[in-house]
């Protein structure tokens, strides 16, 4: 069984079980306990788990709030990849911002933006950009989710397709070649695809290890996006993958 595919029957596990430890993963895969150990520590690095004494478990079921983790991992890639995605925002712009730990920094790296337009779902990322000399900053209604302070929902969907955008920065759970954009939750997939309805270019912010990770729902096909910003050049597969599908590719390295 290739890594991946332990990755995601592990998950399968602990959605049903909360713990697994991994001995019983071991068995559970018929592999070695060092295998498993190897896919948990992956796994843990891109914050799909959560490492305890002897086994695994999931991060909402511990008590450190989430999204200030996903804003310190990866947070100097993050850095970088925002850098670049504020270089291709001009003065003036009208775009659309979804909720997510990169976008957060991409956010932070437009203060010095003026005369924005801003949709967004995220009360981080609007309270940011609210700073901004001239900017207006348009906040979506919807069920208010405390971890992020994003909302989501019909509502926020039906907010969203108000506007007409020329940009629009998706953060983005995983990036396969064969599924496309790939996210966690129904409801951010949802509220992604309504957002690339409703803006003339789809810029995704993702760090490297978000390609070829896949989440559990599927957002869009490669080809509805315009561009890609990660932090350093992918693989020869998804340079050639990304190309096919007409996305432009930008990497931190080349800036």
Same mark, same amino acid.
């Given at each position: =069984?290739?890594?991946?595919?332990?990755?995601?029957?592990?998950?399968?596990?602990?959605?049903?079980?909360?713990?697994?430890?991994?001995?019983?993963?071991?068995?559970?895969?018929?592999?070695?306990?060092?295998?498993?150990?190897?896919?948990?520590?992956?796994?843990?690095?891109?914050?799909?788990?959560?490492?305890?004494?002897?086994?695994?478990?999931?991060?909402?079921?511990?008590?450190?709030?989430?999204?200030?983790?996903?804003?310190?991992?990866?947070?100097?890639?993050?850095?970088?990849?925002?850098?670049?995605?504020?270089?291709?925002?001009?003065?003036?712009?009208?775009?659309?911002?979804?909720?997510?730990?990169?976008?957060?920094?991409?956010?932070?790296?437009?203060?010095?933006?003026?005369?924005? =337009?801003?949709?967004?779902?995220?009360?981080?990322?609007?309270?940011?950009?609210?700073?901004?000399?001239?900017?207006?900053?348009? =906040?979506?209604?919807?069920?208010?989710?405390?971890?992020?302070?994003?909302?989501?929902?019909?509502?926020?969907?039906?907010?969203?397709?108000?506007?007409?955008?020329?940009?629009?920065?998706?953060?983005?759970?995983?990036?396969?070649?064969?599924?496309?954009? =790939?996210?966690?939750?129904?409801?951010?997939?949802?509220?992604?695809?309504?957002?690339?309805?409703?803006?003339?270019?789809?810029?995704?912010?993702?760090?490297?290890?978000?390609?070829?990770?896949?989440?559990?729902?599927?957002?869009?096909?490669?080809?509805?996006?315009?561009?890609?910003?990660?932090?350093?050049?992918?693989?020869?597969?998804?340079?050639?993958?990304?190309?096919?599908?007409?996305?432009?590719?930008?990497?931190?390295?080349?800036?």
């Amino acid at each position: =069984m290739h890594s991946s595919a332990r990755q995601i029957e592990i998950l399968r596990s602990l959605d049903d079980q909360g713990v697994c430890t991994v001995t019983d993963l071991a068995a559970r895969l018929s592999v070695s306990d060092e295998t498993i150990r190897r896919d948990i520590k992956a796994m843990a690095n891109r914050g799909l788990v959560e490492r305890v004494h002897g086994g695994v478990t999931l991060p909402n079921l511990l008590q450190e709030p989430t999204f200030q983790k996903r804003l310190a991992r990866n947070a100097d890639e993050k850095r970088a990849i925002s850098r670049v995605a504020a270089q291709c925002i001009r003065n003036g712009e009208s775009l659309m911002i979804d909720t997510g730990s990169t976008t957060a920094y991409v956010a932070r790296a437009l203060v010095n933006h003026t005369d924005l =337009m801003v949709v967004t779902n995220c009360t981080d990322i609007a309270a940011t950009l609210s700073k901004g000399k001239g900017n207006r900053v348009y =906040m979506a209604g919807g069920e208010f989710r405390f971890d992020d302070g994003a909302v989501f929902g019909q509502a926020t969907i039906s907010f969203v397709e108000q506007f007409q955008a020329r940009l629009a920065v998706l953060s983005i759970g995983g990036i396969s070649l064969e599924q496309g954009l =790939m996210d966690y939750h129904l409801g951010e997939a949802e509220l992604s695809r309504a957002i690339i309805r409703n803006a003339a270019r789809v810029i995704v912010v993702a760090d490297h290890t978000k390609l070829g990770l896949q989440a559990s729902v599927k957002v869009c096909d490669l080809s509805a996006i315009d561009t890609l910003i990660t932090d350093c050049p992918p693989t020869p597969a998804y340079i050639e993958g990304l190309a096919a599908a007409g996305v432009t590719l930008l990497t931190a390295d080349d800036s």
